[in-house]
């Protein structure tokens, strides 16, 4: 039973979210711009952690 509740739990929620991304005008472009921020952040800290990676093999 607690499997059946969390997967209608999920359902729910990404039944909300699509809702909001293409029902609500301004949710929809506050969701594109933070996922473009998100993945600046992500090219970012992936850039920086081969780049320690790569000191680290150096070293050793």
């Excluded at 729910?12 to 952040?41: D, K, M, R, T």
Aim: no cysteine; aromatic share 10%.
């Amino acid at each position: 039973m607690n499997k059946l509740v969390s997967i209608l739990f999920g359902l729910i929620l990404l039944a909300a979210g699509v809702y909001g991304a293409f029902g609500l005008p301004s949710w929809g472009e506050a969701a594109i711009a933070f996922l473009q921020g998100g993945i600046v952040w992500l090219v970012l800290l992936i850039g920086l952690m081969l780049v320690i990676l790569g000191i680290s093999d150096l070293k050793g």
